[in-house]
C-alpha cells in the first residue's frame, strides 16, 4: 500500500505529473549541430502552431496505471483522471483524480479548480484545502511559478503555460533538424526547455514535446527541478496524446500509464464541490 506522503505526491503529480520525481537517466535528446537561434518570426510560427494543438485539447477522460518509486521503494496503484481543461469561452482548468489501491480501494482523491483545491486523504481520514495559486502548488511540488493551467497542459502532453508567454519572459528558439528547443525564461525566476519534435508547423505535421524540464532559478546547466518525459503517443480525433509519461525529481520517479483515454468526451462532469 503507497503510504501517506507518497499518496500525496502522487495524487497531486498525477494531475499531473509534476510532483514527485533529476533528469532522466534515459538517452538525452540534445539539438544537433549545427543548431541556429530562431528568429522572431520563427518563433512567432511555433506558437502559432502550438496554440492550434492547444485549441483541440478540451476535455479528457483516463483510466491508468501508477508507479511511484521514492526513497528505494516502489508503490503501485490505478488511476482515474477527469480534465476539463478549455470550453468555448476560455480556460476552465478542473482537475479530479482519484487513487486506487488494492481490490479498486480508493485511498486518495485530488480535486483542483481555479479557486481551490481540496485533497483527501481517504486511507488516513485526512484533508487538505487551500485557494489553487502560485503559492499553494509551490507547496505541494516544490516547483516556483507553477499554475493549474500548466498542470492542465501537461496531462494532454502539451508544452505548458506556452499561452502565458509574455512581453516580460525571455524567449528562445534553437532549431537543428525535426528537433527544436524552447527556451523560456520567466519573472518568478524560473527557467524552462522543451524540446519539440516537428518536421514543419502544418496541421499535416503537428509539433509534438518529446520532454519538458524546469528549473527553479535562470541556470539551467544543473539537475532541473523536474524532468517529464512523453512516449507512446497514440492519434484521438487528429490530435497526438502520450499514453507513457515519466516525471523525475532527484532521485525519485513517477511513471504515469494512458490504459484508456477518452479524449473530448461529452459530457463530462468534474464534481468541484467545497464542503463547509
Request: aromatic share 6%.
Amino acid at each position: 500500500m503507497i503510504p501517506r506522503f507518497s499518496i500525496l505526491q502522487a495524487a497531486t503529480l498525477a494531475s499531473l505529473a509534476l510532483v514527485g520525481c533529476s533528469s532522466s537517466t534515459s538517452t538525452t535528446r540534445t539539438p544537433a549541430a549545427p543548431v541556429k537561434a530562431a528568429s522572431a518570426i520563427e518563433i512567432g510560427r511555433l506558437r502559432t502552431a502550438l496554440d492550434a494543438e492547444s485549441f483541440v485539447a478540451r476535455t479528457l477522460y483516463v483510466e491508468g496505471d501508477i508507479t511511484l518509486d521514492q526513497n528505494g521503494e516502489s508503490n503501485s496503484a490505478t488511476f482515474v483522471m477527469r480534465s476539463k481543461r478549455l470550453s468555448e469561452t476560455g480556460r476552465i482548468d478542473s482537475l479530479s483524480i482519484e487513487i486506487k489501491g488494492p481490490f479498486g480501494i480508493k485511498v486518495a482523491r485530488f480535486l483542483a479548480a481555479p479557486e481551490g483545491y481540496k485533497f483527501y486523504d481517504v486511507l488516513h481520514g485526512e484533508t487538505m484545502s487551500g485557494k489553487t495559486d502560485a503559492h499553494a502548488l509551490e507547496g505541494l511540488t516544490h516547483l516556483r511559478g507553477l499554475s493549474l493551467a500548466m498542470m492542465s497542459d501537461l496531462a494532454f502532453g502539451l508544452a505548458p503555460g506556452i499561452d502565458a508567454v509574455s512581453a516580460e519572459d525571455s524567449v528562445t528558439l534553437l532549431t537543428s533538424g525535426t528537433l527544436e528547443q524552447l527556451i523560456v525564461r520567466r519573472p518568478e525566476d524560473v527557467s524552462e526547455i522543451i524540446d519539440l519534435e516537428s518536421s514543419s508547423h502544418s496541421a499535416a505535421s503537428p509539433v509534438l514535446v518529446d520532454r519538458y524540464r524546469r528549473w527553479n532559478g535562470t541556470a539551467t546547466d544543473g539537475p532541473p527541478a523536474v524532468a517529464i518525459r512523453f512516449s507512446n503517443r497514440t492519434l484521438l480525433d487528429g490530435f497526438s496524446i502520450p499514453k507513457h509519461i515519466e516525471a523525475n525529481a532527484g532521485i525519485d520517479k513517477l511513471t504515469l500509464d494512458y490504459t484508456r483515454i477518452e479524449l473530448n468526451p461529452s459530457p463530462i462532469t468534474v464534481k468541484i464541490k467545497m464542503p463547509k
